[in-house]
């Protein structure tokens, strides 16, 4: 299968956060398991750099806009190797390329039609940086994301006729039930398309702003940034004539927040309607995370930075906390004590204790080499199967894109292995000269179990898995399907001991 997978395009009128560091993180593991799992693999991420907001955000910082839209770029690609995200493209919308195309995009979409010239008066959320309805507004008339009164704004611009998509998008949206995901998502979308859809104001004059991309057939305005935005999906990959574009936009999958629903879920398919493409495969929503218990927020001063959190618990323990700890789709807490506990108690306690009993003592009954196997006891083998089960549950649960039931389902063979130590004691088997054989199927089983979890936590902690990869010793290209079968680890390979994968953090520390 053909997989494109995409994050929004972060807005660069402030440094990368938690929010940013939680979807990057998600995508990455989403490519690392689908090429683990055999896919072909495209992941792109970028930033969005146009906009009211961004000239807001530059005055404030007594900077040159351009200037100050490289500098914020530029931490966020800095950001993502602290993580072990590696995307296969960072796109920027400033990049000629982009312009170029989305200039050739809008003058297609006004010679068929789909854009005229209008007086219009609405609500502006300058937040938002877009007209808003009534039915959005909250009870006192407030913005529902910024809790602002928007402001009464009349003035020309040009329109998308979005209206005249919206039946065809209802039909693709009740066609496809996967098409927005979570289903809670795919009903939000639904219920605000049961009203007459309006149509979209896509540019700006440039008498109030004049940093974005000029209209190719109007100088006087510039493109509304989310049109220029939305459209980073298609330029990255080469639209119209690169040679990949097709391939790759045959299986696009769009990761978001929740909060940009509306733009993915109805502005962005009615425009690659209107363009004759062919709508994404899949979006997929999660919720946010609060801090504390609290909505993060500037002004409360509670926004955590991904570098401050990896120099802290490390980029394992934080990717692992981030998946394991957020239902995808739903809200969720983030705070120093709870990725303290993850680590101590499922990193350090469970996993870290299991590989490194396991390898302490094949290095000191087996000489530090994968030992032969006598026949499995029923013990051996339900052990052997829950591994078995665990992989193809933990492929299914990768899918459906949930991360938190696909690490308990790890979990959970990492608690029966500990167990399997302790009622089988290798170290009194060592005693006895006639349990050699009983011995050896004991380690050569807690071997196998710890291939079975180092394959499975590759996607979601590299670093870690490549050093217990590089124990057993595995060949980390191995694909999930060259591991889902029992005695994989030939006999006589050496292992290796290595470092402690996850040593205990003091509070404080």
């Known amino acids: 299968m053909t997989l494109y997978i995409s994050t929004p395009i972060f807005y660069v009128n402030a440094q990368p956060h938690l929010g940013h560091a939680y979807t990057a993180v998600v995508a990455d593991t989403i490519c ?25 955000a530059a005055q404030a910082a007594g900077v040159e806009v351009g200037d100050y839209v490289a500098q914020i770029s530029a931490m966020f690609r800095e950001t993502w190797p602290l993580l072990e995200v590696a995307p296969d493209n960072f796109i920027r919308t400033t990049d000629p390329a982009h312009m170029a195309t989305v200039q050739a995009i809008l003058q297609r979409v006004y010679d068929n039609g789909d854009i005229y010239f209008s007086d219009y008066s609405g609500l502006y959320c300058k937040g938002c940086e877009r007209f808003l309805t009534e039915k959005e507004l909250t009870e006192g008339g407030l913005c529902p994301d910024h809790l602002t009164p928007p402001e009464a704004v009349t003035e020309q611009n040009y329109f998308f006729k979005m209206s005249r998509y919206q039946q065809w998008l209802i039909d693709h949206i009740q066609a496809n039930p996967d098409f927005i995901q979570p289903e809670r998502y795919r009903n939000e979308v639904l219920s605000f398309l049961s009203e007459p859809l309006e149509d979209l104001c896509i540019s700006r004059p ?63 398919p009615t425009m690659l309607k209107a363009m004759g493409l062919p709508p994404y495969r899949r979006l997929h929503v999660h919720g946010y995370w609060n801090i504390n218990e609290t909505k993060m927020s500037k002004s409360i001063g509670n926004v955590v930075r991904p570098g401050e959190m990896v120099a802290e618990f490390g980029a394992d323990t934080v990717r692992y906390f981030l998946l394991r700890e957020m239902s995808f789709g739903l809200d969720s807490s983030y705070s120093p004590e709870a990725v303290l506990a993850r680590r101590n108690s499922d990193l350090a306690n469970d996993l870290g204790n299991l590989f490194s009993r396991s390898l302490t003592m094949v290095k000191n009954f087996a000489a530090a080499q994968v030992p032969t196997p006598g026949p499995l006891s029923a013990e051996d083998q339900e052990l052997a199967d829950a591994c078995l089960k665990m992989l193809a549950d933990y492929r ?17 063979v990492i608690g029966r292995a500990n167990r399997y130590i302790v009622t089988n004691a290798p170290w009194e088997l060592a005693k006895d ?64 001991l290595g470092e402690n994968l996850f040593p205990r953090i003091k509070k404080g520390q």
């Open 32 to 56: 690392r398991f689908a090429r683990l799992d055999g896919d072909q693999v495209f992941f792109q991420t970028g930033t969005d750099e146009h906009g009211d907001k961004i000239v807001q």
């Open 206 to 268: 440039v008498s109030r702003l004049s940093w974005g991309i000029p209209l190719p057939f109007d100088q006087r305005f510039v493109t509304y940034v989310w049109f220029d935005a939305l459209i980073n999906y298609i330029s990255g990959i080469g639209y119209p004539d690169g040679p990949d574009f097709g391939r790759w936009w045959a299986g696009a999958e769009h990761l978001i927040a929740k909060d940009i629903l509306k733009p993915h879920a109805i502005f962005w």
């Open 396 to 412: 299914d649960k990768m899918r459906e894109m949930a991360f938190r039931q696909a690490l308990e389902r790890v979990w959970e």
């Open 433 to 496: 000269p006639a349990q050699a054989e009983r011995l050896r199927t004991v380690l050569h089983t807690l071997l196998e179990t710890l291939r079975c979890l180092t394959c499975a936590l590759q996607p979601i902690m590299p670093g870690a898995a490549a050093k217990m990869a590089a124990a057993l010793p595995l060949d980390p290209a191995a694909g999930l399907a060259a591991h889902q079968a029992w005695g994989v680890l030939p006999p006589g390979a050496p292992v290796n």
